[in-house]
């Protein structure tokens, strides 16, 4: 099995930035879907942004209503990493961050699928907003 590691978390003020990434060599693959995921202390985890590559190549990306037009996920096929770049940070948006990969599609209905789906993941790193 693939390893996949996260790097990039850490304290930051709100309105302050982020870059996140996963090295995560084994998935970065055609027809694998890549995604970013987060759990704040008592809740639910929940996809962030996800990304999917067809056979062919071409990438579709998904991403909650919460971060978009702040959040933008990547993949650097040279560098075998996954990123996300977190902009205009706010404290809601302070927990751990993981990566993940699964098999097949990334989206249902255009919505990131939960969590559950996916097979592989990073242990995770931790980012914190303070006002």
């Known amino acids: 099995q693939g390893q996949m590691v996260e790097s990039g978390g850490g304290s930051v003020q709100a309105g302050g930035s982020l870059r996140l990434s996963c090295a995560a060599s084994r998935y970065i693959t055609n027809q694998y879907c890549l995604g970013w995921f987060r759990q704040a202390l008592g809740k639910e985890r929940e996809g962030v942004a996800s990304?999917?590559?067809?056979?062919?190549?071409?990438?579709?990306?998904y991403y909650a209503d919460s971060v978009k037009g702040r959040f933008t996920i990547s993949r650097d096929n040279a560098k075998n990493t996954l990123n996300l770049l977190m902009l205009d940070l706010q404290q809601e948006d302070s927990a751990t961050y993981y990566c993940?990969?699964?098999?097949?599609?990334?989206?249902?209905?255009?919505?990131?699928?939960?969590?559950?789906?996916?097979?592989?993941w990073g242990p995770g790193t931790q980012v914190n907003v303070s006002s």
């Open positions: 993940a990969a699964k098999n097949g599609g990334c989206a249902l209905g255009g919505k990131i699928l939960a969590f559950r789906y996916f097979g592989f």
């Open positions: 990304m999917y590559t067809s056979y062919t190549g071409d990438e579709t990306e």
